[in-house]
C-alpha cells in the first residue's frame, strides 16, 4: 500500500508537531490532517478524502483512542482504513487491547526525533 493521506489523532501539539517534521523529512508528499481527539477525527473522516492511514494516540479528551478505533471499526465506511495506535506506555495488556479491538500496530511514543522517523518508516513501509 502506498500512503499519500494520513490522519493523525493526537492532543499534544507538540507531539503533533514532531510527527509532521518527521513525517515531512521521510516524504514531503505525503498530506497529514490533524485532529485533536476521537470526535474531532471522526468528522474528519466523515469526507471524500479519506486518509489511507490513521495514527492513533490513546489518551485523549473528550473520546479517547479507544473510544475512536470502537467507532472506527464499527462503521463499514472505515473498517478498512489501516489504525496505528500510540502511547506514552508500551504495557503488554495496551499492545493486546490494541490488536484485540481492531487496531493493525501499536506502538511506543519514541523519545528522541531520529526513534520517531525510524518507527514512522518501519510502520508506514519507507525507505
Same mark, same amino acid.
Given at each position: 500500500m502506498k500512503v499519500r493521506r494520513i490522519l493523525l489523532v493526537d492532543d499534544d501539539s507538540d507531539d503533533? =508537531?514532531?510527527?509532521?517534521? $518527521?513525517?515531512? &523529512?521521510l516524504d514531503a508528499s505525503i498530506t497529514c490532517r490533524s485532529a485533536t481527539? @476521537?470526535?474531532? $477525527?471522526? !468528522? !474528519?473522516? &466523515?469526507?471524500? =478524502?479519506? *486518509? &489511507? #492511514?490513521i495514527f492513533l494516540?490513546?489518551? /485523549?479528551?473528550?473520546m479517547d @483512542?479507544? =473510544?475512536?478505533?470502537? $467507532? #472506527?471499526?464499527?462503521? *463499514?465506511s472505515f473498517q478498512e #482504513?489501516?489504525?496505528? /495506535?500510540?502511547s506514552t506506555s508500551s504495557h503488554e495488556k495496551e499492545v493486546k487491547k490494541a490488536h484485540s479491538k481492531g487496531a493493525n500496530h501499536f506502538f511506543k511514543k519514541p523519545d528522541s526525533f531520529i526513534a520517531? !522517523?525510524?518507527t514512522l518508516r518501519h510502520v508506514i513501509g519507507l525507505g
Open positions: 503533533s =508537531e514532531l510527527f509532521l517534521e $518527521a513525517l515531512h &523529512d481527539d @476521537g470526535v474531532d $477525527a471522526l !468528522k !474528519k473522516l &466523515d469526507s471524500p =478524502e479519506r *486518509p &489511507d #492511514i494516540d490513546v489518551n /485523549m479528551p473528550r @483512542g479507544w =473510544e475512536c478505533l470502537d $467507532a #472506527i471499526r464499527n462503521n *463499514p #482504513i489501516p489504525v496505528v /495506535m500510540y520517531l !522517523k525510524e
